[in-house]
Structures are given as structure tokens and as C-alpha cells.
């Protein structure tokens, strides 16, 4: 099965520049991540909350796949605050 196209919107475009993050990243945490939650009623498409690694930078992408088309649209990218996620990344703190 060939890869999918991963599509990038204008914000999140935005917003991984103004926090240092690639494509290449995202990709990277698409292809490697954990998937550490699914939001199975988002519409028009389930979503997921992955989380990778770059380097020792922990990330957090939310992605959504249409595969009719291949494509994977990402939604949303940042580097999880340790104020507000437990120490490994993966669940909010109580």
C-alpha cells in the first residue's frame, strides 16, 4: 500500500514554524509515533493523538486519514507542556 499524501494546512503550518518543528518531524512522529488517544466521533474523519520523539523533543501530532483519497491531514502539532502531561508524555496530569 503506498504511503499516504500527509497535507499540511496553512495554520498548523504557521504554528509548527513558530515552534521549531519540520514536516520532517511530523512525518517522522506519523510513521513512528504511539498512538496515545483516538477521537472516534470527530467528523468527517476519526482523529488520533500520537506522540514521538525527536532527538529527546517529545511531540504531539493530531491527525485525521482520509483513505479514499490517501491522504492524512494533520491538525494539529505541538510539544507537549510537562505542566499540564504526566512525565511520559502520554496522559494529562490529575
Excluded: C
Excluded at 57 to 67: I, M
Aim: aromatic share 10%.
Amino acid at each position: 500500500m503506498e504511503a499516504p499524501n500527509i497535507v499540511f494546512r496553512v495554520h498548523v503550518l504557521q504554528r509548527m514554524f513558530q515552534r521549531s518543528i519540520t514536516e520532517e518531524d511530523v512525518q517522522h512522529v506519523l510513521e513512528n509515533g504511539e498512538v496515545i488517544k483516538e477521537y472516534l466521533d470527530d467528523t468527517p474523519f476519526p482523529s488520533r493523538l500520537l506522540l514521538g520523539w525527536r532527538d529527546k523533543r517529545p511531540l504531539h501530532v493530531v491527525a485525521t486519514d482520509n483513505k479514499a483519497e490517501n491522504k492524512t491531514y494533520v491538525i494539529r502539532v505541538y510539544e507537549p507542556d510537562p505542566q499540564i502531561w504526566a512525565p511520559d508524555f502520554r496522559r494529562k496530569k490529575s
